[in-house]
C-alpha cells in the first residue's frame, strides 16, 4: 500500500524552527521528485519546495527561500523539510507529495502528483 505521512509540525512562535518529515511506504521514495505544500484556512494549495531525485536540484518560492530547506535521505525513504525563521503567515497545513517523475519541473502545479500525505498542521504565533 503507498502511503505517505507527514510528521514534526506545531505550534512554535515567530522565529522559530521546525522540521517537518515526510515517511514514504508501500514505494522507493527515491525514484520520485518530492514537494511539499501548503494550505491555510480559505487560501488554495501552494507548492513551496521541490527536490528532485535525478540530481538532488532544490526549488522554493520566493517567500520561503533562505528560510526553508528541503532535503532527502532515501536509506531512510524519508524527505525533510526544515522551517527556520518562522512567521505568522506561515501557518498552514503543510503536504508532502510524490510526483511520478525525477524533474521538478513546473512543481507548484498540485495536479502533477501522484501521491499525498494527509498533512502536518503548523501554527506560528507568539
Known amino acids: 500500500q503507498v502511503q505517505l505521512v507527514e510528521s514534526g509540525g506545531g505550534l512554535v512562535q515567530p522565529g522559530g524552527s521546525l522540521r517537518l518529515s515526510c515517511a514514504a511506504s508501500?514505494?522507493?521514495?527515491?525514484?520520485?521528485?518530492i514537494g511539499w505544500f501548503r494550505q491555510a484556512p480559505g487560501k488554495e494549495r501552494e507548492g513551496v519546495s521541490c527536490?528532485?531525485?535525478?540530481?538532488?536540484?532544490?526549488y522554493y518560492t520566493d517567500s520561503v527561500k533562505g528560510r526553508f530547506t528541503i532535503s532527502r535521505d532515501n536509506a531512510k525513504n524519508t524527505v525533510y523539510l526544515q522551517l527556520n525563521s518562522l512567521k505568522p503567515e506561515d501557518t498552514a497545513i503543510y503536504y508532502c507529495?510524490?510526483?511520478?517523475?525525477?524533474?521538478?519541473?513546473?512543481?507548484?502545479?498540485?495536479?502533477?502528483?501522484?501521491?499525498w500525505g494527509q498533512g502536518t498542521q503548523v501554527t506560528v504565533s507568539s
Open positions: 527536490i528532485s531525485s535525478s540530481d538532488g536540484s532544490t
Open positions: 507529495a510524490a510526483r511520478k517523475s525525477r524533474y521538478c519541473s513546473g512543481y507548484r502545479s498540485p495536479l502533477d502528483y501522484d501521491y
Open positions: 508501500g514505494f522507493t521514495l527515491g525514484y520520485y521528485a
